[in-house]
T-cell receptor
Framework: AQRVTQPEKLLSVFKGAPVELKCNYS??????LFWYVQYSRQRLQLLLRHISRESIKGFTADLNKGETSFHLKKPFAQEEDSAMYYC??????????FGAGTQVVVTP | DAGVIQSPRHEVTEMGQEVTLRCKPISGHDYLFWYRQTMMRGLELLIYFNNNVPIDDSGMPEDRFSAKMPNASFSTLKIQPSEPRDSAVYFCASSRRGGPYEQYFGPGTRLTVT
């Protein structure tokens, strides 16, 4: 069965500390992976996608096919990174699934 | 472009009442998605449409829920009768194409059923 797992519901870090949000998936074929973010009182929006191999707002995510993971990382967390983060997996047929989400709280 | 538009932004209703949520996707987007967000379950895909046709409604929780897309610029999600456990934020999203393409989300409708 297709599954996306974000094991941490809440991640609390200090400003300037590294932050890593875990995402593991169980999918057949070659899925596409994304991270979406929802800041307070804002719409859910795309943060980054694995095919772009880009760094957005200091965040990067590496797809590890062997471990079926797509963890989101940032070396130095900022207060404005406080938000809800969702891992998203989409298969070749367009079937998609979001993880349960991880709430990140960055404290000064 | 104003992005995906949803109405109402907030809805409070009593158990047993019918609730209709509305969505206007971004012009030119062929795919429309309805999601439900709760603390317990996170973000759940309820149903999605391609060119106004429902493609996958396996996420619709039960027969009390129904969704329509009469044309390319409008969709509704209806709950009849509503129950307190339906309280959640309902999001609509659209994308230019299906598969692994960015989805653009609306602001959501916060539904409270008392």
């Amino acid at each position: 069965a297709q599954r996306v797992t974000q094991p941490e519901k809440l991640l609390s870090v200090f400003k300037g500390a590294p932050v890593e949000l875990k995402c593991n998936y169980s999918y057949s074929g070659s899925p596409e992976l994304f991270w979406y973010v929802q800041y307070s009182r804002q719409r859910l929006q795309l943060l980054l996608r694995h095919i772009s191999r880009e760094s957005i707002k200091g965040f990067t995510a590496d797809l590890n096919k062997g471990e079926t993971s797509f963890h989101l990382k940032k070396p130095f967390a900022q207060e404005e990174d406080s938000a809800m983060y969702y891992c998203n997996v989409t298969d070749s047929w367009g079937k998609l699934q979001f993880g349960a989400g991880t709430q990140v709280v960055v404290t000064p | 472009d104003a992005g995906v538009i949803q109405s109402p932004r907030h809805e409070v209703t009593e158990m047993g009442q019918e609730v209709t949520l509305r969505c206007k996707p971004i012009s030119g987007h062929d795919y429309l998605f309805w999601y439900r967000q709760t603390m317990m379950r996170g973000l759940e895909l309820l149903i999605y449409f391609n060119n106004n046709v429902p493609i996958d409604d396996s996420g619709m929780p039960e027969d009390r829920f129904s969704a329509k897309m009469p044309n390319a610029s409008f969709s509704t999600l209806k709950i009849q009768p509503s129950e307190p456990r339906d309280s959640a934020v309902y999001f609509c999203a659209s994308s230019r194409r299906g598969g692994p393409y960015e989805q653009y989300f609306g602001p959501g409708t916060r539904l409270t059923v008392t």
